[in-house]
Structures are given as C-alpha cells and as structure tokens.
C-alpha cells in the first residue's frame, strides 16, 4: 500500500511503501539568511522530524541525495552532516552543484530510508 503524507497538489513531503520512506527534497523554512552549515542543519532536523512521523530514523537511512548552489560550499556543508549522520549505518550518497529553487537556498537534501 502507497501512503503519502503532507501533501498538496504538487507533492508530498513524505511517502510509504512497502517498507521504505521517500522524502520530498527538503530546503530551510525556518532562517533561510543562514550559511550553508545553518541551513544543513536546519534540513537535518527536519528529516529526523519527518523520518520520526513514520517511525524511522537517521540509522536506517538507505541514499541521500544533495544538491548545493556552489561547490565551494560542499565542505562546510559535509562537516555539519559529518557530525549528524549515523557513521555506522551511512547511506549511498551523491551530492551536486545545482542552481537551486530560490537565489537563498544554499542547499536541499532528498533521502530515502527503510520504516522497519
């Protein structure tokens, strides 16, 4: 059975199936003034909160996919999911330079992670 959570017209921030949570890409909503660490950590506890709604956490995460505006970002953005991620359970990873939604999004993380 598909479940999907959050939603509106265009998408769900959260769907379920068989076993496995897909998240929307998620951006900061809360400071969007913040630099790439602040935003990161902003979108981490985000998914922990979304990934907790259905019962899942950061250890069963299974991929991540992220997007920064500029590779020159991509440390300072590593160094804040470093220190979050669960480094016994990492998920398959890519991360890309990607011209992003708006001019002040600096970064946007989409993962994927199992509920059992």
């Given amino acids: 059975m598909i479940q ?4 509106n017209q265009r998408m769900s ?3 379920t199936h068989n076993g496995t949570v897909y998240l929307a890409g998620q951006v900061a909503q809360t400071d969007t003034n913040a630099d790439i660490a602040g935003q990161t950590e902003q979108i981490l ?10 019962g899942s956490d ?15 970002n991509f440390q300072a953005m590593n ?15 890519a991360c890309v ?7 002040e999004l600096l970064v946007e993380i989409q993962v994927v992670a199992a509920t059992a």
């Fill in 4 to 7: 999907r959570m959050n939603s």
């Fill in 13 to 15: 921030q959260i769907v």
């Fill in 45 to 54: 506890a985000q998914i922990e909160s979304l990934l907790a709604s259905v």
């Fill in 58 to 72: 950061k250890s069963k995460l299974l991929s991540a996919m992220i997007w920064v505006s500029d590779m020159a």
């Fill in 79 to 93: 160094q804040v999911w470093d220190q979050w991620i669960n480094g016994e359970n990492p998920p398959a990873r």
């Fill in 97 to 103: 330079e990607a011209r992003l939604a708006r001019a």
